[in-house]
């Protein structure tokens, strides 16, 4: 690769000349702006991201910490955070860990802090991760995607709770009394909120919350849970804390002559792509993960900015299909 030194001989400058090219001094003369630019076109040169950084002190890169990469929520938060920091003019360098290892989130916050990165993004959907980085005590500002912010770190979220709202009061609407709910591991932060909103919203419709049964956000555990609450006949409406999970329920129902949605109604949580050519096609709550990405980058531009950054979480928006019913008479 053409170093600085490469650049400067071809051009017949000093390195600090191109140096100054390279950072936008706009004080350089044309005619020699123009020979550094023809130099640098000429060996295809890239300055480094790491010189950049000690001699500024300053770099144009995010550390990106996740765990939860195989499934559809985080990925897909992932990719929209990506896209809007390259958006944004910043290069992002990813640690994804396959689980919660406080040593190996450890290990990619030192390695982030050594190589000067402006911030530190976690996108981690467990408590523990988000409790390594705040112990971690970095000397960089930290954002993340959850809903709880506390000193230290900044937080953005979509409103877990308020889509589970919206599935129950939806259910309600179309006659449902009760409403059971396949919910996620319990230490995934956004499973427990989605928990807390059906039972809230449960609570003020004055519908029966029950039962509650756990998954791990496989279909396979959507169909054995799905399955236990085929075995009750009292069920009418089941809202899933995730599409998958969702999927894998509507199989049961179906593997035990149930219709869905004639004899049970099914919501969802996510909208993946695939939601809507289920069948039935799934009547779930989308989360806009563009939207969540850019969210996050917007806070940590604003936080280096030396700002709070923007605090409302985004709201989810119930998509209706032909999972959900009236129940049956």
Not at 18 to 45: C, F, H
Not at 140 to 151: C, F, K, Q, R, Y
Not at 155 to 179: F, K, M, P, T, W
Request: proline content about 5%; hydrophobic content about 45%; overall charge negative.
């Amino acid at each position: 690769m053409a170093t600085l030194f490469d650049v400067a001989a071809a051009a017949g400058v000093s390195h600090q000349t191109v140096s100054r090219v390279v950072n936008g001094d706009p004080t350089v003369r044309p005619a020699t702006k123009a020979k550094v630019d023809a130099a640098v076109e000429k060996l295809s040169y890239r300055p480094s991201l790491t010189a950049r950084a000690l001699a500024s002190r300053k770099t144009r890169s995010i550390g990106l910490i996740s765990t939860g990469f195989p499934f559809y929520g985080p990925s897909s938060t992932m990719h929209g955070f990506n896209g809007a920091a390259r958006r944004a003019g910043y290069q992002v360098s990813m640690a994804t860990l396959d689980g919660d290892d406080a040593r190996a989130v450890q290990q990619a916050v030192d390695a982030f802090v050594g190589q000067a990165v402006a911030a530190i993004v976690l996108i981690a959907p467990d408590a523990e991760a988000l409790e390594v980085l705040r112990s971690s005590r970095v000397a960089v500002p930290l954002v993340t995607a959850d809903s709880v912010a506390e000193d230290g770190h900044h937080a953005v979220s979509i409103d877990q709770a308020r889509g589970a709202e919206l599935a129950v009061e939806h259910l309600a609407s179309l006659g449902h009394r009760s409403v059971a709910h396949v919910a996620g591991p319990e230490a995934w932060m956004d499973g427990r909120d989605r928990e807390r909103g059906w039972r809230d919203a449960c609570e003020r419709l004055g519908l029966d919350a029950g039962p509650l049964l756990r998954g791990d956000w496989t279909p396979a555990s959507g169909h054995r849970l799905g399955l236990e609450l085929a075995e009750r006949g009292d069920v009418t409406a089941v809202f899933c804390a995730n599409d998958q999970m969702a999927l894998g329920a509507v199989h049961a129902f179906c593997d035990v002559g149930r219709e869905v949605p004639r004899d049970v109604s099914v919501v969802g949580f996510d909208d993946v792509p695939e939601a809507a050519h289920f069948l039935p096609p799934l009547t779930t709550v989308r989360q806009d993960f563009e939207a969540l990405g850019r969210r996050i980058m917007d806070t940590v531009e604003a936080v280096l900015a030396g700002d709070d950054g923007p605090v409302e979480a985004v709201l989810p928006e119930l998509v209706v299909r032909r999972s959900t019913a009236v129940p049956p008479h």
